[in-house]
C-alpha cells in the first residue's frame, strides 16, 4: 500500500509555526488562488534514534524545476513513475543522501535545531513576494472543522513530507517508489531554488524498484555506494547525438573493480550495460551506442546500478547546462 493521494502543493507561504509535542511538526500555511492549506512537516521520529536526517541545498540545479515552474497554484496529484516530476530521492538523483546529517528539532540556543533551520528558509519564502514553494507528500481533506493551528475552513493540507520507501516494518505499508515528499522553494529574486529533504534514521536508501520495501541484504551489509562515480558527460555532442555521447566514471578505491554486469540507466530507466574492469583510481568513458539509454538536451539524469541493480553513485544536468554543443558537463 502506497500513498493515497501523493503530489505536490504550491503556492505562497505566510506563516509557520515550531513543531511542538509528542509528535512534533513544523507547520507551514500555505495559500494558493483559492484555497488555504497546512503543511505539516515532521521534525521527530516516532522511531528511534528520534532526530531526523536532513540534506539542504541552498542552490538547487536540477531538471525537476522548470516543469514545476510550469504549474499552476493549487494541489497536482502526480503519477509515481521515472521521467515525471514525482520525487525519489534514490532514483530521482536529486542529492548524495551520504550527505545527509542527524539533528534534533527542539534543543536550547539559537540556529542549532530542526526547527530553526526550517523557519530560516521558510521566513525568507514569507519574506519575498513573488517566492514559490512546493510540497511533496500526501494530501488531506477537506475537512469539516476548522485548521487546528491556522484557523482556516475547511480544514486541509498535506503531510509526509519526507523519504516515503525504505521504511522499517512498523511503517513498510508506506512504501513506493517515485512518491517521496521534500519542500522546494524557489526564491526568484535571488535567482535560486532552495531544497529541502528529509528522512528518518530508520529508513534505508537501498529499495525495491517496484514496491519501495528496504533490500535487506543492501541495508545491513556493505554496499558500494560511490566506489565508482560519474565524474562528467558528454551530453550534447558537435553533429548528431546518436552514437557519441559518452560518460566519464572513475574508480575512487585502491582495487580493480570488474563492471561486468554493471549499467548506466537514464532518467527514463532505460540501461546500457558495462563490461570490462576498472582500475585503482582510473578513469573510464564509456560511448554510449544510442541503441538504449539516451542523454536528453531538455535536461535529465545519470545513474550507475551495480551487478544487483543498486545504486552505487547518480548524477543530474539541467537544460541549460546541456546547451552548449560540443562540451562537456563536470559533475562536483
Not at 522511531?47 to 494541489?75: C, K, R, W
Not at 493540507?157 to 512518491?179: A, L, R, T
Not at 582495487?255 to 576498472?278: M, P, V
Not at 573510464?284 to 531538455?298: A, C, E, I, P, V
Request: hydrophobic share 35%.
Amino acid at each position: 500500500m502506497t500513498l493515497k493521494e501523493y503530489g505536490v502543493l504550491k503556492g505562497k507561504a505566510i506563516d509557520s509555526r515550531n513543531g511542538e509535542g509528542n509528535s512534533p511538526h513544523f507547520q507551514i500555511l500555505i495559500i494558493d488562488d483559492e484555497w488555504r492549506h497546512r503543511v505539516a512537516v515532521n521534525v521527530k521520529s516516532k522511531a528511534m534514534p528520534s532526530e531526523l536526517l536532513y540534506y539542504i541545498d541552498e542552490d538547487f540545479n536540477h531538471p525537476v524545476t522548470s516543469d514545476l515552474q510550469s504549474l499552476s497554484f493549487g494541489f497536482h496529484e502526480l503519477e509515481s513513475k521515472p521521467g515525471q516530476i514525482a520525487l525519489d530521492f534514490i532514483r530521482g538523483n536529486l542529492f548524495d543522501f551520504l550527505k545527509m546529517k542527524p539533528l534534533p528539532h527542539d534543543i536550547p540556543g539559537p540556529d542549532n535545531d530542526l526547527n530553526e533551520l526550517l523557519h530560516k528558509y521558510i521566513a525568507r519564502a514569507i519574506a519575498m513576494e513573488n517566492s514559490e514553494v512546493y510540497a511533496f507528500g500526501e494530501k488531506w481533506g477537506p475537512e469539516t472543522k476548522r485548521d487546528k493551528y491556522f484557523g482556516f475552513a475547511p480544514g486541509n493540507g498535506i503531510h509526509d513530507i519526507h523519504m516515503n520507501q525504505g521504511n522499517s516494518k512498523n511503517w513498510e505499508k508506506d512504501d513506493g517508489v517515485y512518491q517521496d515528499g521534500g519542500l522546494l522553494i524557489h526564491l526568484p529574486d535571488e535567482e535560486r531554488w532552495v531544497a529541502i529533504f528529509l528522512a528518518f534514521q530508520s529508513q534505508c536508501f537501498h529499495t525495491d524498484d517496484t514496491t519501495g520495501h528496504r533490500i535487506v541484504d543492501a541495508c545491513n551489509g556493505i554496499n558500494q555506494d560511490n566506489n565508482v562515480c560519474i565524474i562528467a558527460a558528454l551530453i550534447n555532442p558537435k553533429g548528431h547525438d546518436y552514437g557519441l555521447e559518452s560518460v566519464l566514471l572513475l574508480n575512487t578505491t585502491p582495487q580493480l573493480i570488474d563492471l561486468t554486469g554493471w549499467a548506466l540507466a537514464d532518467k527514463n530507466k532505460k540501461k546500457a550495460y558495462l563490461n570490462g574492469s576498472i582500475s585503482a583510481g582510473e578513469v573510464m568513458k564509456y560511448t554510449l551506442s544510442g541503441k538504449d539509454m539516451q542523454l536528453s538536451n531538455k535536461g535529465g539524469i545519470i545513474t550507475l546500478l551495480d551487478s544487483k541493480g543498486l545504486k552505487v553513485n547518480g548524477v543530474s544536468y539541467t537544460k541549460n547546462e546541456a546547451s552548449r554543443q560540443g562540451w562537456t558537463i563536470i559533475f562536483k
